[in-house]
């Protein structure tokens, strides 16, 4: 699948989603349900509505990304194996603008640690790059907006303990839900 076909990636992860059995037995944390979907994306105007409630232009990526796809239709389902507690239910892709309050925890702890966040992206590569912001996407992973426009990390932030899980938005989505992609250049 080619790099920023986000058609193609919506196709092929509904199709996985389709066929995902939830394991009650030897899985903690969240999973995705059977059949879940990508919602519809947002039309430009929403999108602009969306940067200006940031503060700050998406990277090109992100932009088209949410043109076709925009968080689940299902939340995820979070299972005790041991049977202590009953499931919980809770979105974890993150669906704008509907999640602007809940995601807001999740930015404010990747500007407290955003030193650690601008070290990571140095380690892997991304030079002399100012983060303007951030944007969770899933869990607690947030797109690093920069102020290069063609790039587009994305981190795992759990307090300050933060590393690159994408290079780019495309790459982490394909990895996150195990699709082939093209990776092309890195950064």
Not at 40 to 66: A, S
Not at 131 to 149: C, N, Q, S, T, W
Not at 150 to 161: A, F, H, R, T, Y
Request: hydrophobic share 30%.
């Amino acid at each position: 699948m080619k790099r920023n076909d986000w058609h193609a990636f919506k196709k092929r992860s509904e199709s996985l989603f389709r066929e995902v059995k939830v394991d009650y037995k030897n899985t903690w944390g969240f999973q995705e349900q059977p059949n879940t979907c990508w919602n519809k994306g947002l039309p430009l105007p929403e999108i602009q509505q969306l940067q200006k409630h940031f503060g700050f232009t998406f990277p090109d990526d992100y932009c088209k990304m949410l043109q076709v796809l925009n968080g689940f239709d299902t939340p995820a389902i979070s299972v005790d194996p041991e049977g202590v507690r009953e499931p919980v239910y809770r979105r974890r892709c993150y669906r704008y603008p509907d999640d602007l309050e809940s995601t807001t925890r999740l930015i404010q702890e990747a500007n407290e640690f955003k030193q650690y966040a601008e070290e990571a992206l140095r380690d892997s590569g991304f030079q002399d790059d100012e983060i303007e912001g951030f944007v969770p996407l899933y869990g607690h992973r947030v797109l690093a907006v920069l102020k290069d426009k063609n790039k587009s990390p994305v981190l795992s932030i759990w307090g300050n303990d933060i590393i690159v899980y994408g290079n780019n938005l495309f790459e982490y989505w394909c990895n996150e839900f195990h699709i082939p992609h093209e990776t092309g250049n890195r950064i």
